[in-house]
């Protein structure tokens, strides 16, 4: 099966502190530049777990974005990806504190610039993950909107991630279950579950969600994942890691699960699968 992805495409720079933050002064980190973006990320690891896999985008027509390709094909990507001019190659900064968790500041720059007319065909009885943060931003909402349609349009199963609490809340949670409603797969963290429904309870968020979507994957942290599918609710405990750093945890845990979910897994084989593939990258700096 041929799995397209629409979504971010950024150059990441991360700087794991070696302690806490120190305002006003100066802290030790080690600070890596690599690939990154949620869409990109999604498709790398799908490649690597032998997936076929197109990804869409938008990169800036500087050395940023050529290397950015260069690298995803060098990862067995298909790429429908249009270099920009006169924008800049989006980029997130990555700040990692002891123990992992880390703060993101986003300047996604070409990415808004994703048009309806820059998709491909949506593959036949094939998936479609839509990154969230297309839909989050009205220069790239209609090409987002675009891609469910013509997915729907053409058998695919569909998923989606929230993408981030922050400017989802901003968005709005009712516009964004309304964009969605087509989801096949809805992969939300459990901050997201919770601000997607109300709910205080991960595991009634995910019961909520489900209502809506036939899937609904809630990734717990540490605590493992959730499957919520009609009345049946799986839980699955995370794998043991030593976290250095969780940029990208939720998009390898979407890129395993997928994977597995697409060949037929069960519901808790595929939260495994996506599980054991975001305990492999909290190990390491950056986000595949």
Do not use: K
């Not at 493992?224 to 945890?249: F, K, M, N």
């Not at 845990?253 to 519901?267: D, P, Y």
């Amino acid at each position: 099966m041929t799995v397209l992805v629409v979504g971010d495409v950024v150059t990441d720079v991360v700087a794991v502190l070696s302690g806490e933050p120190a305002p006003g002064s100066d802290r030790p980190a080690v600070i890596r530049t690599r690939g990154g973006g949620a869409g990109a990320n999604v498709a790398v690891h799908l490649a690597a777990l032998g997936t076929d896999v197109v990804l869409t985008g938008v990169v800036g027509a500087d050395p940023a974005g050529a290397a950015l390709t260069a690298e995803l094909r060098a990862a067995g990507v298909r790429l429908a990806i249009r270099a920009a001019p006169g924008v800049a190659t989006g980029t997130i900064v990555s700040l990692v504190e002891p123990g992992g968790q880390r703060s993101m500041l986003a300047d996604r720059g070409a990415n808004l610039e994703l048009r309806p007319e820059d998709l491909p065909q949506p593959p036949d009885c094939g998936h479609l993950h839509l990154s969230g943060y297309t839909l989050l931003d009205d220069g790239s909402r209609a090409a987002g909107l675009a891609a469910l349609v013509a997915a729907a349009g053409a058998g695919c199963t569909i998923s989606v991630d929230p993408a981030s609490t922050g400017p989802l809340a901003r968005y709005g949670t009712d516009r964004w279950l309304a964009d969605t409603a087509a989801a096949t797969v809805l992969l939300p963290n459990a901050d997201e579950a919770r601000l997607l429904t109300g709910c205080a309870d991960a595991e009634q968020a995910a019961r909520q969600l489900a209502d809506r979507h036939r899937v609904v994957a809630v990734s717990l942290g540490a605590e493992g994942a959730l499957w919520a599918e009609g009345e049946e609710l799986v839980h699955r405990p995370a794998r043991p890691a030593t976290v250095v750093d969780t940029t990208g945890a939720g998009d390898a845990f979407t890129a395993g699960l997928l994977a597995a979910w697409l060949r037929g897994a069960t519901a808790a084989e595929a939260l495994d699968a996506g599980l054991s593939r975001a305990a492999a990258v909290v190990s390491r700096p950056g986000a595949r």
